[in-house]
């Protein structure tokens, strides 16, 4: 009953939103895209039901650079997606850098992620679902649900689940996610909005942990398109937690790059990711 009533209360969308640990980084394309919003092979990672929003294939590709813990931006992630009429297949490999001993050595090691998951559109209304199998000393999995529904021109509304199953993965446990985001588009596609609420179950103390984000889309228009993005993170108390500025150009081939940080006093950039995707569309 406590998961069904966290369910009701926290829907949508949270993948990438867990519990930060050493030996786990979720899709970072999660921290800047918005699943009441997308659509194509970056959905995979993002809501599954928004692979079946468009009639498409594609296939993208991310790389990420990350600052470590001696401050230099060694490469930390590369995720591979390809999407189907809503089939979808992805792989997403991490790499750690973390100072052990009493010398401080550095030592690197990896992790991967591979992804099955399938959308479909009835209509308005946009289902799908996902599973990850993460590797390890013990391969284990875990299941997302998404739905995507268009409420009306430009106004789409995403619900979704995520690590059904709270796996363990490494020395991380991925707990129970669910949460709400909504998209509206105006002016002929020139301005956008997103917001999400997201709630995961804490480990500790069975509590519910919270996370809002806001972002604002620009997009100019014509045959090759050009988009500016911003994207506030909150906490739980509504503190500051990150924030992220893009840059993006294209439609069907799409090309951004992202960089952000956490606001904690010392306004640091901590992230810059590039991003690519690939499509065309059947209808």
Request: hydrophobic share 40%.
């Amino acid at each position: 009953m406590t998961r069904f009533l966290l369910l009701l209360a926290f829907l949508g969308v949270a993948i990438g939103a867990g519990p930060a640990a050493a030996q786990y980084r979720g899709p970072r394309s999660a921290d800047h895209l918005f699943a009441a919003s997308l659509w194509g092979a970056r959905a995979l990672w993002q809501n599954p039901a928004a692979l079946g929003a468009v009639d498409e294939a594609s296939i993208m590709l991310e790389g990420l650079v990350e600052r470590d813990t001696v401050g230099d931006y060694p490469l930390s992630q590369y995720t591979i997606g390809f999407n189907s009429r809503g089939f979808s297949l992805g792989f997403r490999r991490d790499f750690f850098r973390v100072l052990v001993g009493p010398a401080d050595s550095l030592i690197s090691y990896g992790g991967n992620t591979w992804r099955v998951g399938f959308g479909r559109g009835l209509g308005t209304l946009g289902i799908g679902a996902a599973v990850s199998i993460y590797s390890g000393p013990k391969t284990t999995q875990d299941v997302d649900l998404g739905l995507r529904y268009q409420i009306g021109p430009g106004l789409a509304l995403s619900v979704g689940v995520e690590h059904i199953g709270q796996p363990t993965v490494r020395d991380s446990s991925l707990r129970f996610g669910s949460g709400v985001g909504v998209s509206w588009t105006t002016l002929n596609g020139i301005l956008g909005l997103d917001a999400e609420v997201q709630g995961h179950d804490k480990e500790a103390d069975g509590g519910i942990l919270m996370g809002y984000r806001g972002g604002l889309r620009l997009r100019t228009p014509g045959t090759i398109p050009l988009a500016l993005t911003g994207v506030l993170e909150l906490n739980s108390s509504f503190d500051i937690r990150r924030l992220l500025i893009g840059f993006a150009v294209g439609g069907e081939y799409l090309a951004s790059l992202v960089g952000g940080g956490q606001v904690n006093g010392t306004n640091r950039l901590e992230t810059i990711s590039l991003l690519g995707q690939a499509s065309r569309r059947f209808r």
